[in-house]
């Protein structure tokens, strides 16, 4: 069980071979920490909420921001990248597109076919490579967001590795992109706007990008939510749900969520979302003179909420413990409140229902990804144990 408990360090390790060991060493140093050639790094959740509430003070637009890192990608008006009145109003316009119910029927329309053939697999005794599965999944879904209608495996592993090509630029220490880096990026993104502009064109209120129109966006700002989507809509999604099955499979709790996923799924996922932590790093440039966490913050510091170390100070993966009150800090906070977390609720629920309906399982190969921004397992095999009958 020792050797099982280690395979989440060994996936962050991969990733970050120098900056996770460094992430966790500052979080023994105090809730606020600054370190030199870094930051004011956060390592409370309670005040790490704070800084994502007050937007006046801490941006998301000023030097070692977000704003710095995507702008000369993105362009100005992408929600990442934005603060005050402008970022209110495109809020507002967008607050209506990813419905929980608008979410489901997508993810259920999307992903019936993949789903299909992934269950099909499983009861067939073969064994499944879940992270290769998540690619083409998350590949079908960013696809359908954006409006291209060509669909197919190669079509959409190519989309998700799209994705992937643009965000292995970035590490946990990346401040900017350099102008080569940034004309790569410009290169990949701008026939998916090409297409999301498309798809804008034609109005079809059954399309993301038709319901975008129908928001009041303009095509601009259509085709600027378009590209952010695709760049943190894929990977999220993809990396978490094997590293779900990984530690239910490794805590002897997969059995358990298959017999009961009404009262256990939900949980589990925000239980595996808050160890494993999707973004692990938040990032704010200062406005005006502050006190954080007995820190005194001066404009143009840079705050790093290290988003891991306040979800991980709550203890290792329990399901069956009380959920921290840590109101999926993961996604953001406040205005900045991830608009995609119903997309990504719904994406992860129906994969992860089709994978438990096979159970009993077992994982029998695994592999994590070097690499990567979002620590993840390049592949992890999982088989149908033999002889089970499936529930």
């Known amino acids: 069980m020792k050797r099982r408990a280690q395979w989440e ?13 460094l ?48 702008t000369p990608v993105l362009g100005p008006s992408v929600l990442l990248n934005m603060e005050g009145p402008a970022h209110r109003e495109l809020r507002s316009k967008l607050t209506g597109l990813f419905t929980p119910g608008y979410a489901e029927r997508l993810c259920d329309d999307v992903l019936a076919g993949p789903l299909e053939r992934l269950a099909d697999r499983l009861r067939g005794g073969a064994a499944v490579d879940v992270a290769d599965e998540m690619r ?36 946990l220490r ?42 009041g966006l303009s095509e601009s700002e259509a085709r600027g939510a378009a590209g952010a989507f695709f760049l943190t809509g894929t990977e999220t999604v993809a990396t978490l749900v094997p590293r779900l099955i990984a530690l239910l499979h490794d805590t002897g709790r997969l059995g358990d969520v298959a017999a ?19 973004t692990p790093v938040m990032l704010r440039s200062v406005h005006k003179r502050a006190r954080v966490g007995g820190v005194t913050v001066e404009p143009g510091d840079r705050v790093l909420i290290a988003t891991h170390n306040c979800c991980r100070s709550f203890g290792p993966f329990d399901p069956d413990r009380p959920p921290p009150d840590l109101r999926r800090l993961w996604f953001g906070a406040g205005p ?11 994406e992860i629920r129906v994969v992860v229902r089709t994978l438990l309906a096979a159970a009993p399982l077992k994982i029998v190969r695994r ?18 144990v033999v002889g089970a009958k499936t529930p």
């Open 9 to 21: 360090r060994r996936v962050q390790l991969a990733a970050h071979p120098v900056a996770y060991p």
């Open 336 to 346: 900045h409140f991830c608009l995609g977390y119903p997309l990504a609720m719904a």
């Open 174 to 215: 990346t401040r900017r992109l350099s102008t080569a880096q940034a004309a790569r990026a410009r290169k990949v993104l701008d026939p998916i706007g090409a297409i999301a502009a498309r798809a804008y064109a034609s109005g079809d209120e059954s399309t993301v990008m038709g319901r975008m129109r129908t928001l």
């Open 136 to 171: 083409v999944m998350a590949g079908a879904v960013i696809c359908a967001v954006i409006g291209l209608e060509a669909g197919g495996e190669a079509a959409y592993r190519h989309m998700f590795a799209q994705g992937e090509k643009i965000v292995s630029m970035v590490s």
């Open 260 to 278: 009961d996923p009404g009262r256990l799924l939900d949980p589990s996922i925000d239980e595996a979302m808050r160890v494993t932590t999707p």
């Open 23 to 70: 992430l966790r060493a500052v979080a023994r140093c105090g809730p606020v920490v600054r370190v030199p050639g870094v930051g004011v790094v956060v390592n409370d959740a309670a005040t790490a909420r704070e800084i994502l509430l007050d937007g006046e003070t801490f941006r998301k637009d000023g030097p070692g921001s977000p704003g710095e890192l995507w």
């Open 367 to 384: 592999r994590p990804a070097r690499g990567v921004l979002i620590p993840a397992y390049r592949s992890v095999e999982l088989r149908r």
